[in-house]
């Protein structure tokens, strides 16, 4: 159990793409009006530019509203603003926020309730080229989910977080999160496992990168480094001759996490 708990808690640190530029603050557009307006209810909360999502949105804007007149805002912005990039710094193409159930009214009451879609900023899930993954932490933040009766001025908003994963680290909070993890692992009384820090090296901008190991025990890394690492180096025929007649013994299998040659966190498990 204690290796689920920690397993994922460091997949949240390590899965993040290279911070290699300042950390963009966060988008709060609209969050003092959000606070003033009229509570929209969201299905979920957090919007993903790798993965296409669907939200249904809730909102009772009063009486005598004609839904002719509703309209969605994301940021402050009609949703028909916030178009797709298509290459370079150029962001025009087809709007990736759309309605995909049209606003009406749940029977019997004023709620007026629709359907959105958050597509792919980018027309991908994969934001490693390089002219893509150095605009996209520019879109990371919380932004005002607004539905407006043009007519009337109502609104009805939420403040939701766009983010490129469900969870995003800049580099300058990877090494707290780290600490975080270590303190949690020292304070369980249950926790049985190793974990270890180290700082591999520098980046080019001379930073550490980080590097975190976490396996059954010590003697099981101890195993790897001294025993199954150099036969497999030096003689991999009589090691995988082993592994076929399972004659290996005791053994624990290592898992590298490394997301790209420009990420500045390591990790290493020994399952």
């Known amino acids: 159990m204690w290796m689920k ?7 949240s640190v390590v899965l993040v793409l290279s911070a290699f530029v ?13 606070e ?18 669907t939200v249904e949105v809730t909102a009772d804007l009063g009486e005598g509203v004609d839904l002719e007149d509703v309209e969605f805002q994301f940021g ?8 797709q990039w298509t290459e370079g710094q150029s962001y025009n193409g087809d709007p990736f926020i759309t309605v995909v159930e049209e606003p009406s009214f749940v029977e019997g009451t004023n709620k007026i309730t629709a359907v959105l ?8 899930d994969d934001l490693s080229n390089r002219t893509i993954r150095t605009q996209y932490q520019q879109f990371i933040g919380d932004y005002e989910l607004a539905l407006v009766d043009s007519a009337s001025g109502e609104k009805a908003a939420a403040t939701v977080e766009l983010n490129v994963y469900d969870q995003f680290k800049f580099y300058d909070e990877l090494k707290p999160a780290i600490d975080d993890i270590f303190e949690a692992a020292e304070q ?3 926790n049985d496992r190793y974990l270890e820090y180290q700082t591999v090296g520098k980046t080019v901008e001379g930073r550490d990168i980080h590097f975190v190991i976490l396996a059954r025990d010590e003697a099981a890394v101890d195993q790897y480094l001294n025993e199954t690492l150099p036969t497999a180096l030096e003689d991999p025929e009589s ?4 592994l076929e007649n399972d004659t290996m013994g005791d053994y624990q299998v290592p898992i590298w996490f490394k997301i790209s040659t420009r990420t500045k966190s390591k990790a290493w498990m020994c399952k």
């Open 5 to 11: 708990k920690v397993f994922a808690g460091w997949l």
């Open 36 to 53: 003033q307006a009229t509570a929209l209810e969201v299905s979920r909360s957090v919007f993903s530019l790798t993965e296409a999502r």
């Open 22 to 34: 300042p950390a963009m603050a966060a988008n709060e557009t609209g969050a003092s009006a959000t």
């Open 239 to 242: 090691l995988i001759e082993k």
């Open 117 to 124: 879609e958050f597509g792919l900023l980018y027309g991908t």
């Open 76 to 83: 402050g912005k009609p949703l028909s603003e916030w178009q």
């Open 188 to 190: 369980d009384t249950d």
